[in-house]
């Protein structure tokens, strides 16, 4: 970790430890201010990333002695059918690959953490750009965004499994079910509990990844802000510790989306 209070171009210096966190949590706008250009174009970027590794994997994948990119994939997806085979039992020709997209995704965001503090946000002030946040998933918006699409798959997966009209009784009949005139007065509780339903799945998604990397990203501004060598011997710790953080969160999105997907095909 650096910590360079250079004066950028056009822009003075933080005048205190207050001004550097609040310069490091501050996002790159639109000039409008309703879009956090940073998230959407590490996020985009990141995302060809992932693209392009797993296609050069797949491209250079032998059944001799593999390569090390074609075992790091292997394993990755490995890991992710495990967790597929024990939480979804349905039959789907989209899981996995949504489920290996989500999970080195999300990894992919949460790493950009372990870039130095000022390495980007420095390097942007030569082409004029002065407020930079580089973790995606330090973003409640971006967190809310993909919990929204997980939801979103949630009913698309719900409505295939039982038919429109079976997802729509079942808003209506689970979890309390009842015959005859009971059917009519449990019908509003039901209805708002698979409300609340699917808002706390779409809740839990999203503020746990983003408390956690947000936690992590202000403990490494905060670390940036000591002398050099306090940097390196509470920097490195933290840095190996993180790397368990920056996997399990990913890995934890990957499984609740799974399990949710499973859960949503299921008939109550």
Same mark, same amino acid.
């Given at each position: ?128 750009? +002065?407020?930079?946040? /580089? %973790?995606?998933? =330090?973003? @409640? !918006?971006?967190?809310?965004? $993909?919990?929204?699409? &997980? ?27 009842? +015959?005859?005139?009971? /059917? %009519?007065?449990? =019908?509003? @509780? !039901?209805?708002?509990?698979? $409300?609340?339903?699917? &808002? ?5 998604l999203s503020l746990r990844l983003f408390g956690n990397m947000y936690a992590g990203e202000l403990i490494f501004i905060l670390i940036a802000l000591l002398p050099w060598w306090a940097q390196w011997m509470l920097g490195g710790p ?31």
């Open positions: 970790m650096t910590i360079e209070h250079a004066v950028e171009a056009g822009h003075a210096a933080p005048a205190n430890s207050t001004e550097y966190i609040a310069h490091h949590l501050t996002h790159l706008h639109n000039e409008a201010g309703t879009i956090n250009l940073d998230t959407f174009w590490i996020s985009a970027i990141l995302g060809l990333v992932f693209l392009g590794i797993f296609y050069m994997a797949s491209r250079k994948a032998t059944a001799g002695v593999p390569g090390r990119l074609q075992n790091f994939v292997e394993m990755v997806m490995e890991i992710v059918n495990d967790t597929i085979k024990g939480a979804f039992h349905a039959k789907s020709a989209v899981i996995a690959p949504l489920a290996i997209t989500i999970f080195v995704w999300v990894w992919l965001l949460n790493a950009m953490d372990f870039l130095p503090v000022d390495l980007l946000p420095k390097l942007l002030t030569y082409v004029g750009v +002065h407020n930079l946040r /580089v %973790v995606p998933t =330090a973003d @409640v !918006n971006h967190t809310f965004a $993909m919990s929204f699409s &997980v939801v979103l798959c949630v009913i698309a997966f719900s409505i295939k499994a039982k038919g429109l009209g079976g997802w729509i009784k079942e808003l209506f009949t689970a979890p309390f079910h009842a +015959h005859g005139i009971a /059917v %009519v007065f449990l =019908a509003p @509780v !039901n209805f708002l509990l698979q $409300m609340v339903e699917l &808002v706390a799945k779409l809740i839990s933290w840095a190996i510790f993180h790397i368990l953080i920056v996997t399990l969160q990913a890995f934890v999105f990957m499984a609740l989306t799974v399990v949710y997907l499973s859960l949503a095909v299921e008939k109550h």
